[in-house]
């Protein structure tokens, strides 16, 4: 199996749980939406699949969003002990989500780092002359889970084909502090624009999902946890929407 290197040069903790890697190295050849296998130094006997966050590019870059999962030895190691200079090794690109040239409206489903995915294709559709509608449903625990929040505000600013919609279990965040956000709050202070709970829809991305009128003539792409993913799907095909028009 061929396998290319790249070498961690920024590394940002954006929650207690959950970290931002960026790389630089080899050139992989993978297709905005797929996920590639991931061998880190912390743990060279182990890896992981993660899906890069940005669309291919030619000078090697790539970004990864990592949770740390509980009794995650790869993902907590990444998220708790990568250093710039660390060098990934990436194999194995795969995977069915991507974005078709029918030109029909996309309705993406992201739970928590989900998001990464649907990032990287959302990059790459703004490249094409004329994008389709998207619409992107993301999910996360409460307010302060949605980690990209910010980006995603900048992004819709930007583009007009694309619509966000928060979801969360929760409108309330944790009464726990979370350090790294609160840090990332006060460095920006009231100069960025975040989805608060305001902006939010309550409840599962699965029971948002299931109240909607069914997307027919879409391309759904979902993207999440094996539960996020088997509960979004059993709400899509319960509202109508076609099978064959589901990714995952």
Excluded at 37 to 61: C, F, H, I, M, T
Excluded at 133 to 155: M, Q
Excluded at 174 to 190: H, K, L, Q, T, Y
Excluded at 200 to 229: K, R
Aim: charged share 20%.
């Amino acid at each position: 199996m061929q396998t290319w290197n790249a070498e961690v040069v920024q590394y940002h903790r954006l929650r207690n749980d959950l970290a931002v890697v960026r790389l630089v190295g080899d050139v992989v050849p993978f297709s905005p939406g797929q996920s590639v296998e991931v061998v880190v130094p912390q743990n060279p006997r182990v890896s992981r699949r993660y899906s890069p966050a940005l669309p291919p590019s030619l000078d090697g870059k790539l970004e990864f969003h990592v949770r740390a999962v509980p009794a995650g030895w790869v993902s907590g190691s990444i998220v708790n002990d990568t250093r710039p200079g660390d060098v990934w090794q990436l194999s194995d690109p795969g995977g069915a989500l991507h974005v078709d040239d029918s030109g029909r409206d996309v309705v993406m489903i992201a739970g928590g780092t989900g998001l990464a995915p649907m990032r990287s294709l959302i990059l790459d559709l703004s490249r094409r002359p004329s994008p389709p509608n998207v619409t992107l449903y993301v999910g996360g625990r409460s307010p302060r889970d949605l980690y990209a929040s910010d980006l995603l505000w900048i992004l819709v600013s930007q583009l007009p084909w694309l619509t966000v919609v928060p979801v969360v279990d929760q409108l309330d965040d944790p009464w726990g502090p979370d350090r790294f956000n609160d840090a990332i709050r006060a460095e920006v202070g009231s100069a960025a624009a975040f989805f608060g709970p305001e902006h939010c829809w309550e409840g599962s991305l699965a029971d948002v999902i299931g109240v909607q009128e069914p997307f027919t003539n879409h391309q759904v792409l979902v993207c999440g946890s094996p539960g996020m993913e088997a509960a979004t799907v059993s709400a899509l095909l319960e509202n109508g929407t076609p099978e064959e028009a589901i990714l995952r």
